[in-house]
C-alpha cells in the first residue's frame, strides 16, 4: 500500500512547501490534505493537482522508485489508480443511496 503522506511531506520539503501553501496552490482544502494523510485515501481530480504544484507525475505516487522493477511500477500504478477509481465509485454509489432514501421519504410524507 502506497503511502501518501510520506510521498507528499517528502516533495513539500523538497520544494520548500507548506501543507498550506499546496492547499492554496492546488485548490485541496487543508482539512482535506489532513484527511488524505489520516486515511490515506483521495479523488484522482485531487492527486492530479496536487501532483502539478509537487511538479511530479501522478505514477509518482504509486510505486517505490528505488525497489521495483518496471514491470512491478506499472502494477502498482494501475492497481492505485483503480482503487482510487473505485473508492470514489463506492463515495458516489453511496451517495446516490442516500438520495433514493430521501426521495422515498419524501414521497411517503
Known amino acids: 500500500m502506497i503511502n501518501l503522506e510520506t510521498k ?28 488524505i494523510f489520516k486515511k490515506n485515501d483521495l479523488k484522482l481530480s485531487q492527486l492530479e493537482r496536487i501532483s502539478k504544484v509537487l511538479s511530479v507525475n ?6 517505490d522508485e528505488a525497489t521495483n522493477t518496471e514491470e512491478e511500477d506499472s502494477k502498482n500504478l ?20 442516500e438520495m433514493m432514501d430521501l426521495l422515498k421519504q419524501k414521497q411517503l410524507i
Not at 511531506?9 to 498550506?20: C, Q
Open 78 to 97: 494501475n492497481g492505485g489508480i483503480l482503487e482510487i477509481q473505485m473508492k470514489s465509485l463506492q463515495r458516489e454509489n453511496n451517495l446516490l443511496r
Open 58 to 63: 501522478v505514477e509518482y505516487f504509486f510505486f
Open 8 to 35: 507528499i511531506k517528502h516533495k513539500l520539503k523538497e520544494r520548500a512547501l507548506t501543507i498550506e501553501k499546496l492547499a492554496v496552490y492546488s485548490g485541496v482544502t487543508k482539512q482535506t490534505i489532513h484527511n
